[in-house]
């Protein structure tokens, strides 16, 4: 048994992340979550999926990257190959 690194469970089923050279204890995917994914800069909501990220800014989608920094975001999208 592991304990979870988040909720502090000893848990016959934790399992292991392993992610930019360390290893992470979890016990469920919502602790895995709520300490790996990152937050949205604009809405502050876990970025479960892709996201999208704008010169080293991460948010959650292309309408919260619109919303900080619509000229920014704009030619980021344009830039990007179909």
């Given at each position: 048994?592991?304990?979870?690194?988040?909720?502090?469970?000893?848990?016959?089923?934790?399992?292991?992340?392993?992610?930019?050279?360390?290893?992470?204890?979890?016990?469920s995917?919502?602790?895995?979550?709520?300490?790996?994914?990152?937050?949205?800069?604009?809405?502050?909501?876990?970025?479960?999926?892709?996201?999208?990220?704008?010169?080293?800014?991460?948010?959650?989608?292309?309408?919260?990257?619109?919303?900080?920094?619509?000229?920014?975001?704009r030619?980021?999208?344009?830039?990007?190959?179909?």
């Amino acid at each position: 048994m592991a304990t979870c690194e988040v909720c502090g469970n000893d848990y016959a089923m934790s399992f292991e992340v392993h992610a930019q050279g360390e290893a992470h204890t979890f016990d469920s995917f919502e602790c895995a979550i709520t300490r790996m994914a990152p937050i949205c800069e604009h809405c502050e909501c876990r970025i479960i999926g892709h996201g999208v990220e704008v010169e080293g800014h991460w948010y959650c989608c292309a309408h919260c990257a619109r919303a900080v920094d619509p000229e920014r975001a704009r030619r980021i999208a344009d830039a990007a190959p179909v």
